[in-house]
Nanobody, 118 residues
Framework: QVQLVESGGGLVQAGGSLRLSCAAS????????MAWYRQAPGKERELVAE???????LVTDSVRGRFTISRDAAKNTVYLHMISLKPDDTAVYYC????????????WGQGTQVTVSS
């Protein structure tokens, strides 16, 4: 079992920045892959960024160049650094984790709200 706790959301003006944190506890073997998803009102949940235990990262096209995912292995914490925020980035952001043996994310945090005002 893995517990994920997100923090760092809030209200920010367009062009501003935020850093989200996701602290994982429990079975570290289930956190080979960690990711950030987001869900805006009326829209489906979408993958924002992913990081693997070897350090490989990917980000979705809509945030490339503005969002960066990173990981502190010693703290078992994943971060999402967001700059140049836009109103379209407004959503609930969720942290997720899975072992490399799973094709889908098994563990989810409770979500943190990010609101970008214009």
């Amino acid at each position: 079992q893995v517990q994920l706790v997100e923090s760092g959301g809030g209200l920010v003006q367009a062009g501003g920045s935020l850093r989200l944190s996701c602290a994982a506890s429990g079975s570290i073997f289930s956190t080979d892959y960690m990711a950030w998803y987001r869900q805006a009102p009326g829209k489906e949940r979408e993958l924002v960024a992913e990081i693997r235990s070897g350090g490989y990262t990917l980000v979705t096209d809509s945030v490339r160049g503005r969002f960066t995912i990173s990981r502190d292995a010693a703290k078992n914490t994943v971060y999402l650094h967001m700059i140049s925020l836009k109103p379209d980035d407004t959503a609930v952001y969720y942290c997720a984790a899975r072992p490399w043996t799973s094709s889908q994310y098994n563990y989810w945090g409770q979500g943190t709200q990010v609101t970008v005002s214009s």
